[in-house]
């Protein structure tokens, strides 16, 4: 049974197109995040929502809009997709935002921009 | 801007042998240290935490924490091939109020039979 889940796995698109990204975790926990992992696997924090409501937002273009329809449910939509957000985005959850808890990770999405 | 910095490898290390990974960061009001092991392909997954200064042992893998110096690393002693991964530290800011994770590049482990 999966805790923290991503929709789709991968995902090839045109330059310019808009496209979504969904998440889901069953861990009952109050937190989500969204990660970005770039071609350098280096990984870095985009938003984060405690309870439906946006808490972080780190400096991310305003083409990526997250949504949270509920605490369980986190999702990613971007506008006018360009070649530099090719990455792997990853969305994970702990159980209150608070430092020094345990994230849990999605396994991923792999988008790809040509 | 906090930072945290690894080697980006590869450390390589025969067998059984003992490998060392090692993290540095930037911001002295740190609390909460992780290390987050990331096959290829896969998403990260917890493998150690640490809060206070010391050893923290669990199986192979024993962290160690110098908050003086700023410095966090990881032991995994009788390395085994199926360690091979990228193994990335995480720091957390002060722990109170909403925080997030900064990670390090990752290290990448290979481990040769």
């Known amino acids: 049974d999966t805790a923290v889940s991503q929709t789709p796995k991968y995902l090839v698109t045109q330059m310019g197109n808009d496209k979504s990204i969904k998440c889901e975790q069953n861990?009952?926990?109050?937190?989500m995040y969204w990660y970005k992992q770039d071609s350098k696997k280096f990984l870095k924090i985009m938003f984060s929502?405690?309870?439906?409501?946006?808490?972080i937002n780190e400096t991310v273009p305003n083409r990526f809009s997250p949504k949270s329809p509920d605490k369980a449910h986190l999702n990613l939509h971007i506008n006018s997709l360009e070649l530099g957000d090719s990455a792997v985005y990853f969305c994970?959850?702990?159980?209150?935002?608070?430092?020094?808890?345990?994230?849990?990770f999605g396994p991923g999405t792999r988008l790809l921009v040509l | 801007q906090k930072e945290v910095e690894q080697n980006s490898g590869p450390l390589s290390v025969p067998e059984g042998a003992i490998a060392s990974l090692n993290c540095t960061y930037s911001?002295?009001?740190?609390?909460?240290f992780f290390w987050y092991r990331q096959y290829s392909g896969k998403s990260p997954e917890l493998i150690m935490f640490?809060?206070?200064?010391g050893d923290k042992e669990d199986g192979r893998f024993t962290a160690q924490l110098n908050k003086a110096s700023q410095y966090v690393s990881l032991l995994i002693r009788d390395s085994q091939p199926s360690d091979s991964a990228t193994y990335l530290c995480?720091?957390?800011?002060?722990?109170?109020?909403?925080?997030?994770?900064?990670f390090g590049k990752g290290t990448m482990l290979l481990v040769s039979p």
């Open positions: 994970a959850s702990s159980p209150r935002g608070t430092g020094g808890e345990t994230q849990y």
């Open positions: 861990l009952g926990h109050d937190t």
């Open positions: 929502y405690n309870n439906k409501e946006l808490i």
């Open positions: 911001d002295r009001g740190s609390q909460s």
């Open positions: 640490i809060y206070s200064n």
């Open positions: 995480a720091v957390v800011p002060l722990n109170s109020g909403y925080s997030t994770l900064t």
